[in-house]
């Protein structure tokens, strides 16, 4: 993980811990939802992926699925972690499609967007 994630907050208030290696996420593909102090970075929710999660995505106009080798990308299967634009999960959320969540590895920007209440709802890491 980069140094600046490492100084970079989760939605509890904590550090930032890593998303996932394996499939390798996050804008910097390096494994973290991290902003690196840039604005405009919004993959920042980690989440846990499911196929219907998946399916809805893709008929939303993204496909998670599809490998692209040009961006290093292997396509996503159920269970993979990965780094989420926000937007995408908002929609998600609104849809009640939306992926069970990694609170301490997602970006405590994801607050300006949606609330604590409504994370923990779907999180992973508090059942």
């Given at each position: 993980?980069?140094?600046?994630?490492?100084?970079?907050?989760?939605?509890?208030?904590?550090?930032?811990?890593a998303?996932?290696?394996?499939?390798?996420?996050?804008y910097?593909?390096?494994?973290?939802?991290?902003?690196?102090?840039?604005?405009?970075?919004?993959?920042?929710?980690?989440v846990?992926?499911?196929?219907?999660?998946?399916?809805?995505?893709?008929?939303?106009?993204?496909?998670?699925?599809?490998?692209?080798?040009?961006?290093?990308?292997?396509?996503?299967?159920?269970?993979?972690?990965w780094?989420?634009?926000?937007?995408?999960?908002?929609?998600?959320?609104?849809?009640?499609?939306?992926?069970?969540?990694?609170?301490?590895?997602?970006?405590?920007?994801?607050?300006?967007?949606?609330?604590?209440?409504?994370?923990?709802?779907?999180?992973?890491?508090?059942?």
């Amino acid at each position: 993980m980069s140094e600046a994630a490492h100084s970079e907050k989760n939605v509890l208030g904590g550090t930032l811990l890593a998303c996932s290696y394996a499939p390798l996420t996050g804008y910097y593909r390096d494994g973290c939802c991290a902003t690196r102090a840039k604005s405009g970075v919004a993959h920042l929710v980690c989440v846990k992926v499911t196929e219907p999660f998946l399916q809805f995505s893709r008929e939303r106009g993204n496909d998670l699925i599809t490998p692209r080798p040009e961006l290093r990308f292997r396509g996503l299967k159920p269970g993979d972690r990965w780094c989420l634009h926000v937007l995408r999960f908002v929609e998600a959320l609104e849809a009640d499609m939306a992926p069970q969540v990694i609170l301490a590895s997602t970006h405590a920007n994801v607050l300006r967007f949606v609330p604590l209440e409504a994370l923990k709802r779907c999180a992973l890491d508090l059942q």
